[in-house]
């Protein structure tokens, strides 16, 4: 029997607006899932054009659990999402010409074309880039919460990790620091069941990955991360418990890949019939039949919403496009930082 | 002028930074109650608390990783491995993570790591070993190795404002034995400049670290031979005083490099070649490298004796190019 508490789903507008979301608020939610997966969408049509150098990686199934989260963080709260939370950024207000500009290698993208795909953040929005070692960046969010601790400050720091990087060591020594130390740190297991062809039986041994949260002394929480609703109420009573000193909290929210690891792979290990019964509960599907179930989503809104975001797309495209490819004398610029690179508020 | 242990001298050092910034904090293995395995930070926790002296779980990617995160937060954290070696735990999050923030997403990430170092004290395969070629090859990296008491007090503040993530090698059988005076106030020493530590004329001898003193000593020696050689310090690996070593080179024609890492691919080898590329025209005789073998540091005190340069094969090197 798992050890970790399974997350009830949300249920009435009622339930949703205790836990702090207005109907404005949940058409933005809806808004930010269907940019996500638009974003991504079109990053294939990119990558097919060959638009797109290397590789491209994608989070579709896991929109919930990355809007989810995302929305209940605080302005101040920091996180590391990796390459399936797509969501965090667009959540946090990374403007999607840029995440386009990024995957075509421009010199508007926020690595200027040093780095490529999700490998990417905006420092002013409170996101750490991530590196390819994905369970790298939990030790880094956990300084960022350590930061929090020394200077006191109501600050929460969230770090993404999917169920193939918990069997990394940097995975137990972040949840051991910041257990022991009682960090206002949330980890968050994007759960998607395949880490690139590996199913979890061979990565993890205990029923959950929530359940190691015990080990380390604090909460562990399963959620079924196709469900927006159920997502952010678990991530925000996380967060706020955190920022209140509780200490940290482990989600795992649970979805399927549904696609291969990166666009070469056509994930033919995974069962056909996995796909099926997964792609029934299509996180932004679910959500949509809710939002008309619930809070009178009526087809005017939506259409409304759909050309609103298509607009954005085909915006974005033309104008990442536009943006030119970086300079190659400027190859080793930015190496070193310099003094000034410290002149910032809260370098000071 | 006070006079304090090189031990003494990165204390003060860390001791004048913490009073001066309350962003800079240390944590580690043991750094807080037990003062650190070689005491640098006794009574720190004392004076500035449990949360800017932080007692650390046996993680070294926890530590690492945490400073990084931390520094992206403002702070100016100072990490002790309790030896170098286990730096290796460490790899991934000065590799991967802290070296590449700043040239791929523009954020700097201003850590210290401070490595004891070195061996001659029968520390054996994993308490003795001399990382510094490692990191000085990653870009992105700063690698500091301070010789003598006011240089370590004076580059470890440099390391600390830097804004970059540093490497401070500091060599552990010099911790107590050598003792010289060093500035009361706070000062710093820029990364990248080379200390002469005599001056001579007929060869360039450069090194870091305890080597100083024994090519130092091996220099004594041959000069009753009448032969002159020039020490450069270079103090600091990543980056490192070209200019200074190429400057000497041109004066004296004859060049010997000093270090007490291993041989292959250690960080002589890239001065050697930037002497040949750089200086081929001054030279008189093929530039010599005096290193350890390439062997793991051994424990027994015959072996070690024969792993790590000794004074007499650094007379023997000299000797070679005086001769040619």
């Given at each position: 029997?798992?050890?970790?508490?399974?997350?009830?789903?949300?249920?009435?507008?009622?339930?949703?607006?205790?836990?702090?979301?207005?109907?404005?608020?949940?058409?933005?939610?809806?808004?930010?899932?269907?940019?996500?997966?638009?974003?991504?969408?079109?990053?294939?049509?990119?990558?097919?054009?060959?638009?797109?150098?290397?590789?491209?990686?994608?989070?579709?199934?896991?929109?919930?659990?990355?809007?989810?989260?995302?929305?209940?963080?605080?302005?101040n709260d920091v996180g590391t999402p990796l390459?399936?939370?797509?969501?965090?950024?667009?959540?946090?207000?990374?403007?999607?010409?840029?995440?386009?500009?990024?995957?075509?290698?421009?010199?508007?993208?926020?690595?200027?074309?040093?780095?490529?795909?999700?490998?990417m953040a905006d420092g002013r929005l409170g996101l750490i880039a991530m590196v390819s070692h994905l369970p790298a960046m939990l030790p880094v969010a956990v300084g960022c919460a350590l930061a929090f601790r020394i200077r006191e400050e109501k600050r929460v720091a969230v770090g993404w990790f999917g169920e193939g990087a918990s069997a990394r060591g940097d995975c137990h020594e972040a949840m051991t620091l910041a257990g022991t130390r009682r960090l206002p740190m949330v980890f968050?297991?994007?759960?998607?069941?395949?880490?690139?062809?590996?199913?979890?039986?061979?990565?993890?041994?205990?029923?959950?990955?929530?359940?190691?949260?015990?080990?380390?002394?604090?909460?562990?929480?399963?959620?079924?991360?196709?469900?927006?609703?159920?997502?952010?109420?678990?991530?925000?009573?996380?967060?706020?418990?955190?920022?209140?000193?509780?200490?940290?909290?482990?989600?795992?929210?649970?979805?399927?890949?549904?696609?291969?690891?990166?666009?070469?792979?056509?994930?033919?290990?995974?069962?056909?019939?996995?796909?099926?019964?997964?792609?029934?509960?299509?996180?932004?599907?679910?959500?949509?039949?809710?939002?008309?179930?619930?809070?009178?989503l009526t087809d005017e809104e939506e259409d409304e919403i759909a050309l609103e975001i298509k607009k954005i797309m085909n915006d974005a495209m033309k104008r990442a496009d536009d943006s030119p490819l970086p300079d190659p004398s400027t190859v080793t610029e930015g190496v070193y930082a310099t003094p000034e690179d410290l002149d910032t508020p809260h370098h000071k | 002028m006070p006079v304090m242990s090189y031990l003494q001298a990165i204390s003060d050092g860390l001791r004048v930074e913490m009073r001066r910034d309350k962003r800079v904090y240390v944590i580690g293995q043991d750094v807080g109650v037990y003062g650190g395995a070689f005491k640098v930070t006794q009574g720190f926790q004392d004076e500035f608390g449990p949360w800017r002296v932080i007692d650390a779980p046996l993680a070294e990617t926890a530590i690492v990783g945490s400073c990084t995160g931390a520094a992206i937060m403002g702070m100016r954290p100072v990490a002790e491995m309790q030896f170098a070696d286990f730096v290796s735990c460490a790899w991934d999050h000065l590799v991967t993570v802290a070296a590449k923030q700043r040239y791929r997403a523009g954020t700097p990430v201003p850590i210290v790591v401070r490595c004891p170092s070195g061996g001659g004290f029968s520390g054996g395969p994993f308490h003795s070993q001399n990382p510094e070629s490692s990191f000085a090859h990653i870009p992105g990296l700063k690698v500091v190795c301070p010789a003598t008491p006011a240089d370590a007090k004076g580059l470890l503040i440099s390391s600390i404002e830097d804004p970059n993530p540093v490497l401070y090698m500091e060599h552990k059988h010099l911790y107590r034995r050598i003792k010289d005076e060093v500035p009361e106030e706070r000062y710093t020493i820029p990364l990248g400049e080379a200390r002469i530590h005599r001056e001579g004329d007929d060869i360039t001898l450069v090194t870091w670290g305890a080597m100083v003193y024994t090519a130092d000593e091996a220099a004594t020696q041959v000069e009753a031979e009448g032969i002159s050689v020039e020490l450069i310090d270079l103090r600091t690996v990543a980056p490192w005083d070209k200019q200074a070593v190429l400057k000497s080179v041109e004066k004296t024609s004859k060049a010997l490099v000093l270090h007490e890492d291993t041989r292959t691919g250690g960080f002589g080898a890239e001065i050697v070649a930037t002497i040949t590329e750089e200086a081929f025209e001054s030279l008189d005789a093929p530039v010599k490298r005096v290193t350890a073998p390439d062997a793991p540091v051994p424990f027994s005190p015959p072996l070690e004796k024969a792993f790590i340069p000794q004074v007499e094969d650094v007379v023997a090197g000299l000797k070679d190019l005086a001769a040619y």
């Open positions: 029997m798992a050890i970790a508490r399974e997350a009830e789903p949300v249920g009435s507008l009622k339930e949703v607006r205790e836990a702090g979301l207005d109907r404005e608020d949940l058409l933005t939610v809806y808004r930010n899932m269907l940019v996500t997966r638009g974003v991504e969408e079109r990053g294939h049509i990119l990558y097919r054009q060959g638009k797109i150098p290397g590789s491209f990686y994608t989070g579709r199934g896991n929109e919930a659990g990355s809007v989810g989260v995302a929305t209940a963080m605080g302005p390459h399936r939370d797509m969501g965090v950024h667009i959540t946090r207000g990374v403007e999607p010409w840029r995440i386009f500009a990024q995957y075509m290698g421009r010199a508007d993208g926020p690595t200027k074309g040093r780095d490529g795909n999700v490998h968050v297991c994007d759960n998607n069941q395949w880490a690139y062809s590996t199913p979890t039986h061979l990565e993890y041994a205990s029923e959950t990955v929530a359940d190691r949260a015990q080990a380390y002394g604090f909460e562990g929480v399963v959620v079924d991360g196709t469900d927006v609703l159920a997502v952010y109420r678990e991530a925000r009573r996380a967060i706020e418990k955190a920022r209140e000193g509780g200490g940290p909290t482990l989600i795992e929210c649970l979805t399927l890949r549904m696609e291969g690891h990166a666009v070469h792979d056509d994930a033919f290990y995974v069962p056909k019939e996995m796909f099926e019964e997964w792609a029934k509960r299509d996180p932004i599907e679910r959500f949509r039949s809710w939002l008309k179930d619930n809070a009178d | -």
